[in-house]
């Protein structure tokens, strides 16, 4: 496609204004997070003597080893089961044409809109009767459910447009329904299910309503909902509230930076695809 001068510059300019919008509260944080402990931050004004140790202060502070461990065994028990079982589910949805599956399919998508503020009061009920109350459990389990209606409408998306003749021909070569999953599937729907893994793990990474609703230890938390706990103790010293959200929000641009490439090629097969 051809465009014209006035086009290209137009869209550089967005783009650059865009790009400029993005950064700006990273950078706001980041000189406010290098001023000296104490001081109040004024603006986007650049300290003359970076005190980059209030990133260790706020660390300590934080204990960001224990959030961070608890995290990781958070991202550990949602992501993995939760991505499983909707690619086995989209699989069923989108290519096995199960009877029922057009019904079930509108359940999932009646899910995509209830929003998890109505869910949380009686998550918080459920989980004290089974007694997770305050553990990690009580973060898992939900995550796994609430995020099953995008997850399933995902794969199923994908695997709806995979060729059905494929699955005639592993058929004809005597391919049980588990190996046309395991083996013909599965290894097509890799940049679909790598770009869920990504999305999943960001939102859990991120989950900050339940971690801080279901979970009152903040070392039980998502490192996420322990920043409600961090700005309680810390909401008068900006500097150090500041390094520690940057630490915070540091593994989540670290995991998208490095597989961008696989998210972006899963969403335009999905558009060149549909």
């Known amino acids: 496609m051809n465009l014209s001068r006035r086009e290209q510059v137009t869209g550089r300019v967005f783009l650059i204004a865009l790009i400029v919008v993005t950064l700006l509260p990273f950078v706001s944080m980041l000189s406010a997070a290098l001023q000296p402990r104490g001081t109040v931050p004024n603006g986007l004004e650049w300290p003359s003597d970076p005190q980059w140790g209030n990133f260790a202060d706020a660390f300590t502070a934080a204990n960001m080893g224990a959030l961070l461990r608890s995290s990781l065994l958070i991202v550990a028990g949602v992501v993995p089961v939760s991505v499983l079982i909707a690619t086995m589910a989209g699989f069923g949805l989108g290519q096995l044409r199960v009877p029922g599956g057009r019904f079930v399919f509108g359940l ?25 109350l305050n553990t990690r459990w009580a973060i898992i389990l939900p995550l796994i459910g609430l ?66 609703v279901l979970v009152d230890d903040a070392t039980k938390r998502t490192m996420a909902g322990a920043l409600g706990a961090f700005q309680g103790q810390w909401g008068t010293d900006l500097v150090l509230l500041c390094a520690g959200s940057l630490l915070i929000l540091t593994p989540t641009l670290i995991v998208f930076l490095i597989f961008q490439r696989q998210f972006i090629k899963a969403l335009i097969q999905g558009s060149v695809k549909g």
């Open 108 to 132: 999932f998508l009646l899910g995509l809109t209830l929003p998890f503020e109505a869910v949380v009061t009686p998550l918080y009920y459920q989980m004290q009767d089974l007694g997770l």
């Open 147 to 212: 995020y099953m209606p995008f997850a399933v409408f995902w794969m199923r998306a994908h695997f709806t447009n995979v060729p059905v003749e494929l699955s005639e021909a592993a058929r004809v070569d005597g391919s049980s329904t588990w190996q046309l999953f395991w083996r013909v599937q599965v290894p097509l729907a890799r940049p679909a299910i790598a770009s869920l893994t990504i999305l999943m793990f960001l939102w859990t990474w991120n989950q900050f309503l339940l971690a801080i």
